[in-house]
């Protein structure tokens, strides 16, 4: 396709800097490359955690030393080289925070180069944002009003200090240190990431956001993110990020933890524009990354997330539905452009009776990227009549990319009744060509088409993401029909 | 307002229109008549500017603009619509969210400020009245699950919403019934005006007896080959195209 102007908005929008590729000078205590007992023993000993906590990330790191990399992802990459990696870097100005006067002025212009100035925030959205900065968390807001109904949003070193006892009873129970190996590495090294906890029967009055952001060159971000739902409690969780351009590949292995107790809901959300690398894919960070929630009983977990960054994408937030009436929502829109990878999906493992989930992915594929769907459905034999409903779209913007489905589903309940649907499409000449005749420019024309068909997705999501990844997507793909 | 000069376009390698030429003025309304495949929805992708085909001689003014030169989106802002034979589904996308954005990027190419939602919501209700479109087609996806009568309407409606100087309705009336036709037909006469003019393209005499043409051109293998009065229709209808292709041919 060759519409006047298609030549001059491509150079546009590939000579494009990527937009938030940025960095901050904020001078860093950081440890020297390297993994071994000894790094993990400083990590601990920097944070000054309890003897337990030691010793669970030293067995981690002994899990993870027999662990081999997996490989069945659809992906192409060179392997990280986890001796280059500096695993600890922490701001020097680590002080008490009472208000955003106090914050590093630096850190201060980041958030607005993010365009996540937190008084925006505050004022507009009532969001309390837990800014995590290259792994030490350095601003927190709203903490007083969400204390006062006994929730506990912090730091996980805060939640590691102050309430040990949730963090001892609740990390590594949905996925354990021997999960992956990614999750044993993750376990070995954390430094920081974001504790939740709504007590019984709140619900909790503002969606609770992190903004993520990887900062320092060379330095892996492991990131531990652990949400507890106390029964009857509710919580709408925001996570997105985004990250300065690199010229190493920067890898990135978070883990997520979501419990629903009886009757609780968690909507985690998140909105992912990590660096995706240049023309060639290179620089782009790696981002793999393991997210599982259990529901106990009647409880649900929806995750909702649009993916538009990252070189490589390995990333299945799954749900455990364990109690009976559970239910488990995967909602995704991943978008891959130039040379990126993503291998996302889901999993669902139905256990409790009357269990239900719905799966809707939604792929979008231009340039020369591959973007592949896969999910497991699994039906355990206790699970008397679980529901599964899956729909698995992709939509392909030029002739060079790639969009592949691996659905898994093993049912070993006959109650069960699981359904697929997938569709491939490739974005419609005739759709553009309608558009641009009513005036529309060949740019919002995109950004139209590619926006309602991810549309079920995007309406899951708190409303002010929703505009913001509408306008992700936008940028996403802009000029990248051919 | 469009004056076409001996043009010639191709598609594929094959010549389709070989030296059409034609002459609207403000407010008079062109019927174009002719067999199947002899080039009336060519003649309409290429007004508004579909690039599979490739225009190899002729001029288009439209306005004191060479249309030729204009991309499809300028063209539209310009004020040319094009109703088309098939309209197309945008799946997720609402009806009235892409009216809107067709509204305010015309506007905004005008200088003007986008319309305020009330001023939109309002001009909606207005004009989907006069296509008798139910009010909630306004909130489905464009085009999607509508019935073909459902389509042309739409298609009618968005030109009310659009107002256009200039308005091409490829076959609008083909697969409506009579009600339906007398709507569509309705909703075009509402729009007339001494500044708009209409090429309504159709196969069938029928359509002209409720939008009235000043002139009725035969389209024959890519050339206007007879132009007439109304009365030219009523005799197409009576008599079929054998006689022009003979006349032609001769
Ligand atoms: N891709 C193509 N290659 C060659 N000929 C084509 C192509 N597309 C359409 N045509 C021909 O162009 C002619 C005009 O078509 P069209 O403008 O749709 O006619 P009408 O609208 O008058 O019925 C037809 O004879 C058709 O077969
Ligand atoms: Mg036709």
Redesign the interface.
């Known amino acids: 396709m060759a519409y006047a102007g298609d030549d001059e908005l491509l150079e546009h929008v590939t000579g494009k800097e990527y937009e938030f590729g940025f960095t901050t000078n904020i001078e860093s205590d950081k440890a020297p490359p390297g993994l071994n007992e000894g790094t993990i023993r400083l990590i601990s000993q920097k944070k000054n955690e309890p003897e337990w906590l030691l010793e669970w990330r030293l067995e981690a790191f002994r899990i993870w030393s027999e662990m081999v990399e997996p490989e069945w992802a659809h992906v192409q990459y060179e392997k990280p080289d986890f001796q280059a990696i500096s695993y600890y870097s922490a701001p020097k100005k680590k002080a008490q925070l009472n208000s955003l006067d106090e914050v590093d002025p630096e850190l201060r212009r980041t958030m607005e180069k993010l365009g996540i100035s937190m008084e925006e925030q505050k004022r507009l959205s009532g969001v309390a944002v837990d800014f995590v900065l290259d792994s030490v968390s350095v601003a927190t807001s709203f903490k007083e009003k969400l204390g006062e109904l006994g929730i506990i949003f912090c730091s996980m070193s805060d939640a590691v200090q102050e309430h040990p006892e949730l963090v001892k009873k609740y990390l590594g129970s949905v996925v354990p240190k021997t999960d992956n190996f990614y999750a044993a590495l993750n376990s070995a090294v954390f430094t920081d990431g974001s504790f939740c906890y709504i007590p019984k029967g709140v619900r909790c009055p503002m969606e609770l956001s992190t903004y993520f952001r990887i900062n320092e060159a060379g330095t892996g971000q492991f990131e531990r993110t652990l949400v507890i739902a106390d029964e009857s409690s509710y919580v709408s969780y925001l996570e997105g990020c985004t990250a300065p351009s690199r010229d190493e590949n920067q890898l990135h292995a978070a883990v997520v933890e979501l419990i629903a107790l009886d009757h609780a809901e968690i909507k985690y959300s998140t909105v992912q524009n990590w660096y995706p690398g240049d023309e060639n894919g290179k620089g782009g960070v790696f981002n793999f990354v393991t997210k599982r929630g259990i529901c106990h009983l009647r409880s649900k977990i929806s995750w909702t997330q649009v993916e538009t960054g990252s070189a490589i994408t390995w990333k299945y937030p799954s749900c455990i539905l364990k109690g009976d009436h559970s239910v488990g929502e995967f909602y995704s829109v991943a978008v891959t452009n130039k040379r990126q990878q993503a291998d996302t999906g889901t999993k669902m493992i139905h256990i409790g009776k009357n269990t239900n989930s719905t799966i809707i992915s939604k792929g979008i594929s231009s340039g020369y990227s591959q973007n592949s769907y896969r999910g497991l459905v699994q039906i355990n034999k206790s699970a008397k009549n679980a529901r599964n409903f899956s729909q698995c779209d992709s939509l392909l913007m030029t002739d060079h990319c790639g969009a592949h489905t691996f659905p898994y589903i093993e049912v070993k309940n006959s109650s069960a009744k699981v359904e697929h649907e997938a569709t491939t499409s490739k974005i419609g000449e005739d759709q553009i060509f309608y558009c641009l005749q009513r005036g529309i420019s060949e740019e919002k024309a995109i950004s139209l088409i590619v926006n309602g068909y991810a549309k079920d997705v995007l309406n899951k999501l708190p409303m002010e993401f929703a505009v913001e990844a509408q306008k992700l997507l936008a940028i996403s793909l802009e000029g990248s029909v051919g | 307002m469009l004056h076409i000069k001996d043009l010639h376009a191709n598609i594929d390698g094959t010549e389709i229109l070989k030296g059409l030429s034609l002459d609207i003025k403000p407010g008079e309304i062109h019927a174009i008549m002719g067999p199947n495949g002899s080039g009336k929805s060519t003649l309409a992708s290429v007004l508004?500017?579909?690039?599979d085909y490739e225009i190899t001689g002729g001029s288009v003014t439209f306005g004191d603009k060479d249309l030729l030169d204009l991309?499809?989106?300028d063209?539209?802002?310009e004020g040319l619509?094009?109703a088309?034979q098939y309209?197309?589904e945008?799946?997720?996308?609402s009806n009235i969210?892409?009216?809107r954005?067709?509204v305010n990027?015309?506007r905004q190419?005008k200088g003007e400020e986008p319309m305020s939602a009330g001023d939109f919501l309002k001009l909606v209700k207005e004009r989907s009245a006069l296509v008798e479109l139910d009010g909630k087609l306004a909130n489905r996806?464009v085009n999607e699950g509508f019935s073909g009568g459902e389509k042309k309407r739409n298609e009618v409606f968005?030109m009310a919403m659009?107002e256009p100087k200039l308005a091409i309705l490829d076959e609008t009336d083909s697969g409506l019934d009579i009600d339906a036709l007398k709507i569509v037909a309705q909703g075009v006469n509402a729009m007339r005006s001494p500044e708009r003019s209409f090429v309504v393209i159709t196969h069938y005499q029928r359509l002209l007896d409720y939008i009235v043409p000043d002139f009725v051109h035969v389209l024959y293998k890519g050339k206007i080959v007879k132009s007439g009065s109304k009365e030219l229709a009523l005799e197409l209808e009576a008599r079929g195209y054998d006689w022009i292709k003979e006349e032609v041919s001769a």
């Open positions: 508004a500017g579909n690039e991309s499809t989106e063209r539209a802002r619509f094009l088309f309209p197309v945008i799946p997720g996308v969210n892409f009216l954005t067709a990027e015309i190419y996806s968005q659009l």
